[in-house]
């Protein structure tokens, strides 16, 4: 089965720093697809980036970017230049194939004025 | 910008009554999913839908959960008969085809068991 590991539970950045969150995961399929979704107070989900395993550029999203270590099965993500809106709760997430994806225990991010 | 939207936004209901949350999927998205996260919880996957049934769906998804679609426009999480522990937030999402095509996810319909 594969899981999906976020070993920080909370991480905390000051405005206009740069912040890095953990995520890992366990597989045995070579193609897949890696994934991190941000959860504000609000509670929706709310796609951030995604990466395709079998492109080895990292993704990026203005502000956003990922390290994404297929060996390794890592795929952490770097928020720059961190704003006050970036606070919430960001999951890592896994998908293979068409259907389910699965997610880690997430990781919730302060950011201090 | 297209969006998945759900109703209701919260629930409350007592336990043992049915419940029927409802999804409008992003219009021209196939695949369906459900998803639940408990209070403090990592989100979990229900169930997926395409082409009219179920294509996979987790251990949670047992008989007490039925998913229908039906209409051309609406996809609903019906819940037989609630307990305390189905209270929790229920997301629908939906994507398009083509296997690597992102899941959108709605803004969750909040459940509440009493």
């Known amino acids: 089965a594969q899981t999906v590991t976020q070993s920080q539970p909370e991480m905390s950045v000051q405005e206009a720093e740069t912040v890095t969150l953990s995520c890992t995961y366990d597989?045995?399929?070579?193609?897949?697809?890696l994934f991190w979704y941000k959860q504000p107070p609000s509670r929706q989900m709310i796609l951030v980036i995604r990466?395709?395993?079998?492109?080895?550029q990292n993704a990026t999203e203005n502000r956003f970017s990922v390290n994404f270590q297929k060996a390794a099965k890592s795929f952490s993500l770097k928020i720059s230049d961190s704003q006050l809106g970036d606070a919430a709760m960001y999951f890592c997430a896994y998908r293979r194939g068409p259907n389910d994806m699965r997610f880690g225990a997430g990781t919730r991010l302060t950011v201090k004025p | 910008e297209p969006e998945v939207t759900q109703t209701p936004s919260h629930q409350v209901t007592q336990m043992g009554q049915e419940v029927i949350l409802r999804c409008v999927p992003i219009s021209n998205h196939l695949y369906f999913y459900w998803y639940r996260q408990i209070l403090g919880q990592k989100v979990e996957f229900l169930v997926s839908f395409y082409n009219n049934e179920i294509s996979e769906k987790s251990e949670i998804f047992d008989d007490q959960f039925s998913v229908e679609r039906p209409d051309g426009s609406n996809f609903t999480l019906k819940i037989r008969s609630t307990k305390l522990e189905d209270s929790a937030m229920y997301f629908c999402?939906?994507?398009?085809?083509?296997?690597?095509?992102?899941?959108?996810f709605g803004e969750g319909s909040w459940l509440t068991v009493v």
């Open positions: 999402a939906s994507r398009d085809t083509g296997v690597g095509n992102t899941i959108y």
């Open positions: 597989t045995s399929e070579s193609d897949y697809y």
């Open positions: 990466q395709e395993a079998y492109k080895q």
